[in-house]
């Protein structure tokens, strides 16, 4: 792994449905970050970790929830989709709060 | 309250023309600020912050505090430059990082 990856790439899901979006990083960085990506919204942060076993809500929490269990990863479970998740969303890390984030490759998602 | 404006969401400019990428942000104490650029289907990546002063395929961005922006300038513009541009400002500890809702530069040939 180098940098920041997530998966699925892409996903469409019935509406009612669990889904997790996975966010892995090897860089060693404190801080992961979703957001998710709407045209005229820019990005919106939906849940934040600073460090490992903390986890704090964003912008847009509802709907959403995530973990950090270890440094690398940071998945986003939607307990129970519905259409207005369908959005783009990018999972994010960064050494301290402060400093600037590098960018997973997205994951598609829409809810129908 | 913080926040980050940029005011156009579309920007189109001619191969060659001068591009200003307008930024303007509310905070209260001493910001950090960057400029995030996503090309097509790609991830977005930082494209330069700053505390680096640096120039950066030819994009460069000056902090007025006074006039609290950050506009992203570029001289001539190129059609690889065509792209989402997101402002973003970060602060201290315990202060998450605003965007801008981003402008998408259109450099026609």
């Known amino acids: 792994i180098a940098g920041i990856t997530q998966a699925p790439t892409s996903q469409i899901l019935a509406a009612g449905r669990r889904m997790t979006l996975r966010c892995t990083q090897d860089?060693?960085?404190?801080?992961m970050y979703w957001y998710r990506q709407d045209l005229g919204l820019g990005l919106r942060l939906i849940h934040y970790?600073?460090?490992?076993?903390?986890?704090g809500k964003g912008e847009v929490p509802d709907g959403y929830s995530v973990s950090r269990a270890n440094t690398d990863d940071f998945p986003l479970t939607l307990a129970s989709a519905v259409p207005s998740q369908t959005s783009v969303y990018f999972c994010a890390s960064s050494d301290t709060e402060r400093e600037a984030q590098y960018f997973g490759p997205g994951t598609r998602l829409t809810v129908l | 309250a913080q926040r980050v404006t940029q005011p156009e969401k579309l920007l189109s400019v001619f191969k060659g023309a001068p591009v200003e990428l307008k930024c303007n942000y509310s905070y209260s104490g001493s910001p950090e600020l960057f400029w995030y650029v996503q090309y097509s289907r790609q991830r977005l990546q930082l494209l330069l912050r700053h505390i680096s002063r640096e120039s950066i395929k030819g994009f460069t961005a000056d902090l007025n505090k006074g006039e609290t922006s950050f506009h992203l300038k570029k001289p001539f513009a190129q059609e690889e430059d065509s792209a989402m541009y997101y402002c973003?400002?970060?602060?201290?500890?315990?202060?998450?990082?605003?965007f801008g809702a981003g402008t998408r530069l259109f450099v026609k040939a």
């Open positions: 973003a400002l970060s602060g201290p500890r315990g202060f998450k990082t605003i």
């Open positions: 860089m060693r960085h404190n801080a």
């Open positions: 970790s600073n460090t490992a076993g903390t986890t």
